[in-house]
T-cell receptor, first 114, second 114 residues
Framework: KAGVTQTPRYLIKTRGQQVTLSCSPISGHRSVSWYQQTPGQGLQFLFEYFSETQRNKGNFPGRFSGRQFSNSRSEMNVSTLELGDSALYLC?????????????FGPGTRLTVL | AQSVTQPDIHITVSEGASLELRCNYSYGATPYLFWYVQSPGQGLQLLLKYFSGDTLVQGIKGFEAEFKRSQSSFNLRKPSVHWSDAAEYFCAVGADNYGQNFVFGPGTRLSVLP
């Protein structure tokens, strides 16, 4: 079974631009979560999607948004990029999105904002 | 609000020595606790998890963790460290009994001396 894939792996943008990151979960998984990882703030939960609906949301500004498609693939979008958005963005999938389901993480997308 | 602390930012041990990584959590209800490992350039991999029952849980790669409710701790242990264990270790608590909204600790970086 293929693991969680994230594209692109690396991305360089400038302030004010917007960016879209993609995550393909493990086949059959319906829950996709997104996390931001930075040296200063560590790993922070962005949001979770389950069956195309946002089920949980972390404490991030509205510039961060996401969606999930019928095939469970998910995208996250960041508009009006700021320098502080430079981070590793991790996607994780699980079968039913319950806490006793293991989350499988992708390798992440490294976003650099100049 | 839920929180997780990992008091040790960086630990160095010799190969073959024992290891204990500390984790303390703050959560009002019964916690769902996890340990993840992240190797450089990789996503996170689940080592073990605790939901209920036996307070000593076994994980992959020879790791184990003990849940101590009275101390709000969930320390990770390994009797004999291998050079390949060098990585960053994250403790996490499930912040809800529904969904995948995890709160992660800041991480402990483990270095292994030959």
């Amino acid at each position: 079974k293929a693991g969680v894939t994230q594209t692109p792996r690396y991305l360089i943008k400038t302030r004010g631009q917007q960016v879209t990151l993609s995550c393909s979960p493990i086949s059959g998984h319906r829950s996709v979560s997104w996390y931001q990882q930075t040296p200063g703030q560590g790993l922070q939960f962005l949001f979770e999607y389950f069956s195309e609906t946002q089920r949980n949301k972390g404490n991030f500004p509205g510039r961060f948004s996401g969606r999930q498609f019928s095939n469970s693939r998910s995208e996250m979008n960041v508009s009006t990029l700021e320098l502080g958005d430079s981070a590793l963005y991790l996607c994780a999938s699980s079968s039913r999105g319950e806490l006793n389901n293991e989350q499988f993480f992708g390798p992440g997308t490294r976003l650099t904002v100049l | 609000a839920q929180s997780v602390t990992q008091p040790d930012i960086h630990i160095t041990v010799s190969e073959g020595a024992s290891l204990e990584l500390r984790c303390n959590y703050s959560y009002g209800a019964t916690p769902y606790l996890f340990w993840y490992v992240q190797s450089p350039g990789q996503g996170l991999q689940l080592l073990l998890k605790y939901f209920s029952g036996d307070t000593l849980v076994q994980g992959i790669k020879g790791f184990e963790a003990e849940f101590k409710r009275s101390q709000s701790s969930f320390n990770l242990r390994k009797p004999s460290v291998h050079w390949s264990d060098a990585a960053e270790y994250f403790c996490a608590v499930g912040a809800d009994n529904y969904g995948q909204n995890f709160v992660f600790g800041p991480g402990t970086r483990l270095s292994v001396l030959p």
